[in-house]
Each structure stands twice: as structure tokens, then as C-alpha cells.
């Protein structure tokens, strides 16, 4: 109900949001949004008359990567992996294409650091912004490569992790490699279900981009480069995965050997404690009968009893293979 009333308002300032950037050349533009507010969206709705249901789906939480075509333009939501430095943790950010005949507008939360970086780049250098805007469907590209490259970045800061912490599961258990392993396991999973969709999701824009842009061999190219990319991207991943999975069964193994080391010395112990105690009581029962008690060595004789006693228990253990 919330996102209805926020772009039902009427839209009366004129003037561009500040968190609306702008970078074009004479065949195309490109329209960067780095806040998802109600500012930025009712501004949308009036300049370009886009669906509703698109603008909502910009707002958050999180929506489904998904292709819509619409009459005049192509809609569609890609999901990207993020690091927060702080957490340790991967993150799921969105980024929404409207894509024109003459403009291509991209909404999201200003958390893609190389997305902000090549548009900087593009206001800096004429050169590269015309190489990049040759065309359209070329420019729809390199954005798209961009957000992918800044994957790899992330795959290779994972392998290390894993890297680092199979060295600490072969030197020894501790609680910071337990919470280590879950971290890793969780952070690949995440980056694993935000990438799984990604294959079909360019193969449809694949299709639907030409008819709303021209799309020569050469583009297509690029994005048959963008759909190699996403595999490479998976297969590491289930690799990763598999790795981190290896890791913690050696993590438990060690564990579990760690425990039965552990049981084996406290077994011992109970051996001792049980022999010492079965002949001390023994000899505490006070009969007429009762042998070595009041004899000149008896004292000597008791502590010889439980120790013969004890070593044969634990022979016996060790006979057995329990020990």
C-alpha cells in the first residue's frame, strides 16, 4: 500500500534530483539513478511515463531478477553480489535497466563502486565515452561487463579464504575456525543464488533487445561474452563450494579424532579411579577373615594389590583394542 501511495503524488518540482546523473553522446544517453527514494521515482514517472508496477518493483526490498518488455521500452532487474567490508559478508544489491531507443536509465542504491567508477570515467575521458557509445546495444553491454567484472575481484578473495582456512583446520580446532567455515559456506552460497539466474536472464534480454535497439553481430558478441562470463563465474563457484564443503568434513574429522583422543584419556583415569576404589572399599570391610589387614606390611601390600589391579584392567583394555 505503501509503494501505491508513494507514486500515485503528483510530481511538481521541475528540476532534476541531485541523485539523477546524466552522461550522453549524440546517438544515446545514459541516465544514472544512485538513490531508490520517492524523489528519484515520482521524477521517473513523470519525465518518462514509465509503468507503475517497474517503478515499484525499483523500490525495496529486494525483487526477483526478471525481463519485462513494454511498449516503448525493455524493463529488467539484474541482481549483483556485493562484499560488506564490515560484516565479512556478501550481500545482494539490485540494479534496474529501463532500456530505450535512445537512452538507457539505471536505477539502484550507489553500492556498485566499479559501476560509479566507469561512470566517473565516462564524464573525465570524450575518448573513452565515445568508444563505449558507439551504440547502444555495445554501451547496454559494457554496463553489464562492468557489474560482472567486479565478480572476479570476489571469487578470487573467496579462494583465498579458503585457501587460509584449510591451513587453520590442519593446525588445530578452535572456535574461530568453526564460525570461519560457516562464513565462507554462507558467502558462497550467496553469491551462488545470486548468480544462478543470470544465464537465462541475458539470454532472454538477448531476444528482446532488438526491438527496442539496433543490435549488429558485434554486439551480439559482446553479450554471447557476457552469458561465457556468467558460466566462468559458476563454475568457480561450484568449486568453491565443493571446497569449503571438503574443508569442514576434514574440520570434523579432526574434530572427531580431537573427542576420541579426548575419551581414551578420560577412560584411563576411570580406570584408575574404578581399580583404587574397588580395593580400597575391599579392604575397609572389617571381618574376622579379612586377609593382609594387621599384618606388618599390609599398608604396602593394599598399595600393590591396586596397582597390579590397575595395570591389568587397562592390559586388558588395550588387549581388547578399546584403548
Known amino acids: 500500500m505503501e509503494k501505491k501511495y508513494i507514486l500515485q503524488q503528483s510530481y511538481n518540482n521541475n528540476m532534476t534530483p541531485t541523485t539523477i546523473h546524466t552522461v550522453e553522446n549524440k546517438k544515446y544517453k545514459w541516465v544514472n539513478v544512485v538513490r531508490t527514494g520517492e524523489e528519484e521515482l515520482q521524477y521517473l514517472e513523470k519525465a518518462y511515463g514509465f509503468h507503475p508496477l517497474d517503478l515499484k518493483d525499483c ?99 573467496v579462494s583465498n579464504d579458503i585457501d587460509t582456512l584449510r591451513a587453520q583446520v590442519l593446525h588445530g580446532y578452535s572456535r574461530k575456525t568453526v564460525h570461519e567455515i560457516l562464513r565462507l559456506k554462507n558467502n558462497v552460497a550467496a553469491f551462488r543464488k545470486t548468480m544462478q539466474p543470470h544465464r537465462d536472464l541475458l539470454r532472454r534480454v538477448m531476444n528482446l533487445l532488438p ?44 574434530l572427531q579424532f580431537r573427542l576420541n583422543e579426548i575419551m581414551k584419556t578420560l577412560t584411563i583415569f576411570s580406570i584408575i579411579i574404578l581399580s583404587l576404589t574397588f580395593f580400597s572399599n575391599l579392604f575397609i570391610i572389617e571381618g574376622i577373615s579379612t586377609p593382609i589387614i594387621g599384618s606388618y606390611f599390609d599398608w604396602w601390600a593394599i598399595i600393590g594389590l591396586m596397582t597390579i589391579g590397575t595395570l591389568a584392567a587397562i592390559g586388558i583394555f588395550k588387549k581388547k583394542k578399546w584403548l
Open 59 to 157: 523500490l525495496p526490498p529486494l525483487q526477483r531478477p526478471k525481463v519485462v518488455p513494454r511498449q516503448n521500452y525493455l524493463f529488467a532487474i539484474f541482481v549483483f553480489p556485493v562484499f560488506n567490508g564490515h560484516s565479512r559478508e556478501i550481500e545482494q544489491h539490485e540494479v534496474d535497466f529501463f532500456i530505450m531507443k535512445d537512452r538507457v536509465i539505471t536505477v539502484h542504491d550507489n553500492t556498485f563502486v566499479d559501476l560509479k567508477n566507469f561512470f566517473q570515467l565516462m564524464e573525465l575521458k570524450p575518448d573513452y565515452k565515445h568508444e563505449i557509445m558507439r551504440s547502444p546495444a555495445h554501451f547496454v553491454s559494457q554496463i553489464l561487463d562492468e557489474l560482472f567484472d567486479a565478480c572476479f575481484p570476489m571469487l578470487f578473495h
Open 211 to 254: 526491438k527496442y535497439i539496433k543490435m549488429s553481430p558485434l554486439d551480439q558478441h559482446f553479450f554471447d561474452r557476457l552469458v561465457d562470463h556468467t558460466k566462468e563465474i559458476w563454475d568457480h563457484l561450484e568449486t568453491y563450494y565443493n571446497a569449503i564443503d571438503a574443508v569442514q568434513d576434514t574440520h570434523t574429522t579432526l
